[in-house]
């Protein structure tokens, strides 16, 4: 597929594809989930290969970085694209709400990483 084709497919200029294939433009999780329909593939096909999500990737995130460590799921990828399905807010708000539930208490099990002290610079 040329890049003019997948430009028209995904909405966008041929300029931005080219941004987005050079790494000039960030593609958000929207974009790259258009992509992988575009591209009849699953959204795990860009992260072949990487075992963790990297401390750069977490850059910014308002969630504790901890929740974002370990091994990419593909269930979890599974999860958004089936919930983004479901018309239902009563359902998506109990499956929310379930899912929360379960990440706390997941989270009390487990024991975090104590964070590093931060040296102080004078």
Known sequence: ???????ARLGVTFQQVQKYENGKNRISAG???DLAKVLETRIMYFYEGLDVVSAAVRRGAAEDAADFEGPIDGDAVDLVIAFRNIDDTDAR?????????EARSARREKPRPKAKPRSSKS
């Open 1 to 7: 597929m040329s890049q003019q084709e997948l430009a």
């Open 31 to 33: 974009r790259l989930y």
């Open 93 to 101: 708000k109990s499956i929310l709400s379930r899912a929360k539930k």
